[in-house]
């Protein structure tokens, strides 16, 4: 059986017993008021974004295999040209790991205060990749 995050619930790669979660998600539904289905490739899709307070906060996909709370999730916010994340929080073994040592010339080993250390699991690359091309396509960059 796949291994399972002890707190997400986020199986890689997903376990037999998740196919019914996932054909669920195949049907279109409404999400905190957004009209949500799967499109032909492997993520899900958000429509009528502009809501009170979400203007510029384009939500590109959430974790295919996501349950009905918190899930690892992409967005383009296109007033600030940035993409926003939400992830898993690492773990305590893998942040001491990213922030012992420097990862790029010239950097100080650590992680900033301001900074933190998130996961999401690798099914969710075509949604990243539709979130950087979406940026890149409207001049974000």
Known sequence: MAATHPTSGCGFPPAPQESAARAALLQPRTLDGLSVARDS??????????QEGVVGLDFVGIDPETGKEGSPTVWVDRPNRRIVFQGVKAEEDLEAEIGGRSWAPDHEAGIPGHEAVVWIPTRMIPILRKACDDAERDGLL
């Open 41 to 50: 490739g492997s993520q899900v899709t958000a429509t009528g974004l502009v």
